[in-house]
Nanobody
Framework: QVQLMESGGGLVHPGGSLRLSCVAP????????MGWYRQPPGEGRELVAT???????NYADSVQGRFTISRDNAKNTVYLQMNNLKFEDTATYYC??????????????WGQGTQVTVLT
């Protein structure tokens, strides 16, 4: 299991911005897809955005146009720039990285979660 370290969560007013980061150890190899998911209070985990190694991106409709996912392959890092935050963006945000080794199944690795709270 690869330990992912997330950072960047916090408290923000509506309309504000935050940038989340998630980094895998330098020794991690074969990272393919990276993504961000979130779990609002009392609800299930949902996809926010994903990015492939070739930087093809996918967004949930609710964040399209407000959030931007990016990655730095050299640093094993994925970012989530969140602009124009809304109350309904309040959630625990988790990063996920998928590693794939030839002739083996893919493995998904999760971060510990970082809290984003948009104040009312």
């Amino acid at each position: 299991q690869v330990q992912l370290m997330e950072s960047g969560g916090g408290l923000v007013h509506p309309g504000g911005s935050l940038r989340l980061s998630c980094v895998a150890p330098e020794s991690t190899r074969n990272i393919e897809d990276m993504g961000w998911y979130r779990q609002p209070p009392g609800e299930g985990r949902e996809l926010v955005a994903t990015i492939t190694r070739r930087r093809t991106t996918n967004y949930a409709d609710s964040v399209q146009g407000r959030f931007t996912i990016s990655r730095d392959n050299a640093k094993n890092t994925v970012y989530l720039q969140m602009n124009n935050l809304k109350f309904e963006d309040t959630a625990t945000y988790y990063c996920k990285m998928r590693t794939m080794v030839p002739f083996d199944r893919p493995y998904d690795h999760w971060g510990q979660g970082t809290q984003v709270t948009v104040l009312t």
